[in-house]
Nanobody, 117 residues
Framework: QVQLVESGGGLVQPGGSLRLSCAAS????????MGWYRQAPGKQRELVAA???????NYADSVKGRFTISRDNAKNTVYLQMNSLKPEDTAVYYC???????????WGQGTQVTVSS
């Protein structure tokens, strides 16, 4: 099993930047596809960005050109660089690990991102 711990959330003004980190432990990180999701109050959890074991990426249309997902297998960490933040990016951000070709997935505990002036 893999354990995930997110960090890097906080309060930022519109137009600002944050970098989220998700540190994995307990298993071989490079085996997992990783994703960042977010959930705003009263809304469903949605995919923000994902990265495969081969580092192919995809993004929600709402964050394309502003957010970048990356992974460092040597550090067992996936990152989400968020630039040009907007108030509508306010949410709890979660990372998820998925083991390809299986039903196994694991969520982190989430980190709050608030974009407000």
């Amino acid at each position: 099993q893999v354990q995930l711990v997110e960090s890097g959330g906080g309060l930022v003004q519109p137009g600002g930047s944050l970098r989220l980190s998700c540190a994995a432990s307990g298993s071989i990180f490079s085996f997992y596809a990783m994703g960042w999701y977010r959930q705003a109050p009263g809304k469903q959890r949605e995919l923000v960005a994902a990265i495969t074991t081969g580092s192919r990426t995809n993004y929600a249309d709402s964050v394309k050109g502003r957010f970048t997902i990356s992974r460092d297998n040597a550090k067992n960490t996936v990152y989400l660089q968020m630039n040009s933040l907007k108030p509508e990016d306010t949410a709890v951000y979660y990372c998820k690990a998925t083991l390809p070709t299986t039903n196994y997935e694991q969520w982190g505990q989430g980190t709050q991102v608030t974009v407000s002036s």
